[in-house]
């Protein structure tokens, strides 16, 4: 699990803030100066928060739980479909759905439905439907997909939360806390960080700056999931031995068995003799 340099979250701009007059005095600790009316952040603590949130996402995939992404914003969209795509995890680029974490069964009802009209195109009952009712469940669809289509596979709350711009995804953030689950986020120098689990302190405005930042999450959510792969592999291994064991042993049994056959029928001639 490789941690960016100081240099390469300076080029990527991490270090920029927020004017000064729109900071946050809670964000005090992570500023390192002031400079022509802009909060510079310090990258020696980006660097280690980053760290130390990339290992606990690390533990979270590699115990096979899930990590639900979310970013609305323009700059962060397209970067986190990219990236939770390719290591399997569910995200929401587009508004954030009131209650999808609190009221979390009325989603996957919305989900089922979804998979409901995608059976009826598929089974044949779909062609038997006027031309308008056709294009009404087509927009539905449609709708659906839009909002909840990469969450389809979420089949229970996830366990972690990473947000880009706790500000903007203030209501996803209070859902989680309510529920206890904990969240990643990457906070500027304008947003609150107490109610974040894992502070990131970096600018999350800039697309190179969330680009980084999610790059090395990612990487270490798919370092986890390697690990748990190859954890299962051994574990079959293992299992697949102890079976091939186990004829050896009931072979070894017979073995003693038929040893000591002759014995007993040498005992019981005796006892036939003396009957007789």
Request: proline share 5%.
């Amino acid at each position: 699990m490789a941690t960016p340099t100081f240099e390469q979250l300076l080029e990527a701009g991490c270090h920029f803030g927020h004017l000064k007059r729109k900071w946050n005095p809670a964000m005090a600790p992570y500023i390192f100066m002031e400079r022509n009316g802009i909060h510079i952040i310090d990258l020696y603590k980006t660097a280690a928060k980053l760290e130390e949130a990339s290992a606990a996402l690390k533990n979270i995939a590699k115990s096979g739980k899930k990590v639900l992404f979310v970013a609305t914003k323009k700059q962060a969209k397209q970067v986190i479909a990219d990236h939770a795509s390719e290591v399997g995890m569910p995200y929401v680029i587009e508004r954030w759905p009131g209650g999808m974490l609190t009221n979390f069964p009325t989603i996957r009802k919305a989900v089922k439905k979804m998979t409901a009209i995608d059976k009826m195109s598929k089974d044949g009952t779909f062609d038997n439907l006027s031309k308008r009712e056709k294009l009404q469940i087509t927009r539905q669809r449609a709708k659906l997909e839009k909002t909840l289509g990469s969450i389809a596979d979420l089949n229970r709350l996830p366990s972690a939360l990473f947000v880009v711009d706790v500000l903007k995804e203030r209501i996803a953030v209070a859902e989680a806390k309510r529920l206890g689950i904990p969240v990643f986020a990457m906070v500027d120098t304008n947003s609150n960080p107490d109610n974040i689990d894992f502070v990131i302190p970096a600018n999350d405005d800039a697309s190179k700056s969330i680009e980084i930042v999610l790059s090395t999450v990612c990487s270490a959510i798919a370092e986890g999931l390697e690990e748990r792969k190859a954890e299962k592999v051994d574990a079959v291994a293992a299992g697949e031995g102890a079976e091939a064991a186990a004829p050896k042993r009931e072979r070894r049994r017979v073995r003693r068995n038929d040893n000591a056959a002759p014995e007993a029928v040498e005992a019981e001639a005796p006892a036939a003799e003396e009957e007789a």
